[in-house]
């Protein structure tokens, strides 16, 4: 950016957390006192929330930065954390996981059953030849075999790399070559819209080319008939005849626990190291503090895939740490119906929801009587991950999902940081709809220019890390130099995020996407993000996406792509007066330099895997280029609709 962001949204509404959840909060303003008069102190506290089998001598060594220890010395087992000390502790019978497969079908497993099943899948990887420090890929649907698959690798000290069910059989390749993974764990199939989706051939193709791969273990989901070659081996005939009895060993602090790629919505997807006692202690301690989890009382729902960092960190061993009882579901929001996550919130009592604001958005658009039609009584608190909320959809989940009185916790956080970083504090914030406010107690974050200095309140620039944290990552695998460029040559001593900020008035820090998408309008750089957000708070538009494009007179000029709410009228004329009062709807919101020049309605954006809008392709159909990669688009004819559109276009 060649001058600050400009700060055009003006967001003035402030939520106070309920009185009787400040009351109770699990941590309350004390925390952010304490961390700031010792963090190292601070973080040894939270460490000792868990099993040490050995106590570290050193809370961080930062000797040789960018290269972190974390609690040098110490040892533990993640599993042990997660599974054993609860059953040890007399809570074996308390269930872990509701689980709700897309049919309709259903499992309970408690802590005790996740335990057994853990051991046993430990000792068959074990008898396959699976020692500490192999790594094991995971290609797997939304099953309970798939946090069992990780704890079992987390417990024989083997590094897992889960890859994303909906991979292609190359991108499953690549990251099996990249990991030289020993152990290929996956199923038959899932099911995903009703039907169900094979698995077992991308693994069979992507197998073919991956000589480190000795065995293939299936489990068995879809009953869909498989190839069968000599590496495979039936789950059932494997884990669930081996022996139950398997003692955890405990492993370095900085052994490392997992390989996870980012999701690779701005560059070729980064293999993220992340390591054993900073990483747990990190997610432990933000599942107890952000989510206010009460593991007596909590049923918690994270809605993520586990082939993302949100389903490792807040499905597996954040909320396991902690004990707590969760909704695990398999399938998709709209099968066999537009309700499938309210009833399932209403049958569980779900209590804490964690979602994204592509889902958000995607409920706008559907209907508010959607929802409505569910008893949502049991929440207690929402919170959101993956992209920048915009207000209104901020608003929308607050009145609709929350009974316009539950807090929303928007977590600031990325594939790197392995756990939240910036966040309210349910007890404790007065949120603001847009925000994710404060950096957690023992965060260091900062807004900086491009000389790296700290901006003013009102200001705008990139956001930063200033400081170590426990669960960042500790390398981009096999490829140091590529983890320094990344993040740590932009700013001397700062961790670069690479996605725009600024802080308000009250110091307060909003996110404005990322800083490869910024615009230049007029010599303004003008966010995609608050862009996006005063289209949607129009009443007639659910989600945007918005893009600069070259443009002979200001540089770039906006585009944008809007997908129309519930049931606005779009046909002829009706449509081109909506256009006519968006661009001056943005136009008002937030000054005449934002006016997008074009608006292009759409019946959907394209969008990653993991749900985030992929704004370099737009630019690409904006710019009349032949379009970039769209290799990890969740669905790639949506950009041949919006192609067409926009040629039609004036
Ligand atoms: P790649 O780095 O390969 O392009 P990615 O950045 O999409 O992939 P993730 O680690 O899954 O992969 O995403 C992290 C990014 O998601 C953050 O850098 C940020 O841009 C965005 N993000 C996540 N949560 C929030 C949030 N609460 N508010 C704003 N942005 C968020
Ligand atoms: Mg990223």
Request: glycine share 8%; proline share 6%; charged share 20%.
């Amino acid at each position: 950016m060649s001058e600050a962001l400009a700060n055009l949204l003006n967001e003035t509404r402030q939520f106070p957390p309920p009185a009787e959840l400040a009351a109770h909060a699990n941590v309350t303003v004390d925390a952010y006192a304490e961390a700031s008069a010792d963090r190292l102190a601070f973080w040894a506290k939270q460490a000792d929330r868990l099993a040490w089998s050995k106590k570290w001598d050193e809370v961080l060594d930062w000797s040789n930065p960018p290269f972190a220890k974390w609690f040098v010395g110490g040892q533990l087992n993640v599993a042990y954390n997660c599974l054993d000390r609860h059953v040890e502790a007399g809570r074996g019978d308390k269930v872990a996981i509701h689980w709700e497969g897309e049919p309709g079908d259903t499992r309970t497993i408690t802590y005790a059953d996740l335990h057994e099943l853990t051991c046993r899948a430990a000792n068959a990887l074990t008898e396959l030849g699976v020692t500490a420090g192999d790594r094991v890929a995971i290609y797997l649907p939304m099953i309970p075999e798939a946090a069992v698959a990780m704890l079992a690798c987390a417990r024989i000290g083997a590094a897992h790399s889960v890859v994303f069910g909906g991979f292609s059989a190359d991108s499953l390749s690549n990251r099996i070559q990249d990991a030289s993974a020993k152990v290929v764990i996956t199923a038959d199939g899932g099911y995903r819209r009703g039907k169900p989706s094979a698995l077992k051939p991308t693994v069979d193709e992507a197998v073919a080319s991956c000589p480190s791969v000795e065995h293939v273990l299936v489990v068995r989901r879809t009953g869909e008939d498989v190839a069968w070659s000599a590496k495979d081996l039936w789950w059932h005939e494997t884990v669930e005849t081996a022996s139950a009895e398997h003692t955890a060993q405990p492993f370095d602090a900085e052994h490392p626990l997992f390989i996870l790629y980012t999701s690779g919505t701005t560059a070729r997807p980064k293999g993220i190291l992340h390591t054993t006692g900073g990483y747990l202690t990190q997610t432990s301690y933000t599942t107890h503090a952000v989510f206010d989890l009460k593991p007596e009382t909590d049923v918690y729902w994270c809605t993520a895939d586990i082939g993302w960092v949100t389903g490792h960190s807040y499905i597996v061993y954040g909320p396991l740490s902690n004990g707590a009882t969760q909704v695990m579901y398999e399938g998709t929001p709209d099968t066999p119906n537009k309700g499938r996550f309210w009833e399932i919130v209403d049958r569980y009592g779900v209590s804490i929801l964690y979602t994204a604001p592509t889902l958000i958005r995607t409920m706008m658009k559907w209907g508010d009587d959607i929802p409505a039609g569910f008893d949502l009584s049991s929440l207690r608190l929402l919170g959101s991950v993956g992209e920048p909320i915009n207000p209104e959809a901020w608003m929308w989940y607050r009145e609709h999902i929350g009974r316009g009185e539950l807090p929303v916790v928007d977590t600031w956080w990325q594939t790197e940081t392995g756990a939240i970083m910036i966040s309210p504090l349910p007890g404790v914030t007065a949120a603001k709809p847009g925000s994710a406010m404060t950096p957690l107690p023992g965060i260091v974050a900062d807004v900086v220019d491009d000389q790296g200095q700290s901006v003013p309140n009102g200001g705008g620039g990139y956001l930063v890390l200033r400081e170590p944290w426990p669960s960042m990552l500790r390398t981009i695998w096999g490829d140091d130099n590529r983890f320094l460029e990344t993040y740590w040559s932009r700013f001397e001593g700062m961790y670069f995020a690479g996605d725009g900020a600024k802080k308000d008035d009250d110091g307060h820090i909003w996110l404005l996407g990322r800083v490869d998408d910024v615009m230049l309008v007029s010599g303004h750089n003008i966010s995609t993000t608050e862009v996006e957000s005063a289209l949607v708070s129009h009443p007639s538009v659910a989600e945007a996406a918005v893009v600069g494009a070259t443009d002979p007179t200001t540089g770039q000029a906006i585009v944008a792509f809007a997908i129309p709410r519930g049931t606005t009228d779009i046909a002829g004329e009706a449509g081109k007066q909506l256009i006519a009062d968006l661009r001056n709807h943005v136009s008002k919101t937030l000054g005449p330099i934002a006016k997008p020049r074009q608006i292009m309605l759409v019946a959907e954006l394209p969008k990653t895997r993991s749900g985030k809008i992929m704004r370099r392709l737009l630019r690409d159909v904006a710019e009349n280029r032949s379009l970039g990669d769209v290799t990890t688009l969740q669905d790639s004819s949506v950009m041949e609709l919006i192609s067409s559109g926009m040629s039609g276009a004036k």
